[in-house]
T-cell receptor, first 116, second 114 residues
Framework: AQTVTQSQPEMSVQEAETVTLSCTYDTSESNYYLFWYKQPPSRQMILVIRQEAYKQQNATENRFSVNFQKAAKSFSLKISDSQLGDTAMYFCAFMKHQGGSEKLVFGKGTKLTVNP | EPEVTQTPSHQVTQMGQEVILRCVPI?????FYWYRQILGQKVEFLVS????????KSEIFDDQFSVERPDGSNFTLKIRSTKLEDSAMYFCASSGERDRGEQYFGPGTRLTVT
């Protein structure tokens, strides 16, 4: 079974600064996806960024980027130029790549607060 | 931009009552999911659904739970006899492309069982 671990229950950062959220996972699969989801106080889960395990290049989406280390089974999220609207719970998630309706396995989340 | 919608946003029910949570997935999506999140805990997978049948279900998804796609647009989760521990946020999600893996979530239904 796959597990996802987020070791930082809470983090804070000053507006405009950079913050990195950690995630490690455990799997015997060789082909899979990794995701970061954001859950603001409104509680809706929003996809932030996606990484395919077979791709060596780290994914980036505007101010969000990942550091994917497949051998170390590490998948951290870097938020640059933090904004007040980035305040949210951030969940790291794993999905096997088999095609079709695979489930997401989530970590426990990191609560990020961006301070003005 | 297409989005997943869920109704109601909040449902309060008494223990032992049946509830139906409704979801309208993104229209051209083929894969549907229910997840739940007990307050303060992580999001947990309940069930996935494809081609009018369950693809996978978790241990949480026991005989008290069922899912249905009664027409071309709705996807429902029924809990037959609610328990206090069913109180949670229930999220519906859908995905459309087998090889991209991206699931799009609805805003959730907060279920409170009293």
């Amino acid at each position: 079974a796959q597990t996802v671990t987020q070791s930082q229950p809470e983090m804070s950062v000053q507006e405009a600064e950079t913050v990195t959220l950690s995630c490690t996972y455990d799997t015997s699969e060789s082909n899979y996806y990794l995701f970061w989801y954001k859950q603001p106080p409104s509680r809706q889960m929003i996809l932030v960024i996606r990484q395919e395990a077979y791709k060596q290049q780290n994914a980036t989406e505007n101010r969000f980027s990942v550091n994917f280390q497949k051998a170390a089974k590490s998948f951290s999220l870097k938020i640059s130029d933090s904004q007040l609207g980035d305040t949210a719970m951030y969940f790291c998630a794993f999905m096997k790549h088999q095609g079709g309706s695979e489930k997401l396995v989530f970590g426990k989340g990191t609560k990020l607060t961006v301070n003005p | 931009e297409p989005e997943v919608t869920q109704t109601p946003s909040h449902q309060v029910t008494q223990m032992g009552q049946e509830v139906i949570l409704r979801c309208v997935p993104i229209s051209n999506h083929l894969y549907f999911y229910w997840y739940r999140q007990i307050l303060g805990q992580k999001v947990e997978f309940l069930v996935s659904f494809y081609n009018n049948e369950i693809s996978e279900k978790s241990e949480i998804f026991d005989d008290q739970f069922s899912v249905e796609r009664p027409d071309g647009s709705n996807f429902t989760l029924k809990i037959r006899s609610t328990k206090l521990e069913d109180s949670a946020m229930y999220f519906c999600a859908s995905s459309g492309e087998r090889d991209r893996g991206e699931q799009y979530f609805g805003p959730g239904t907060r279920l409170t069982v009293t």
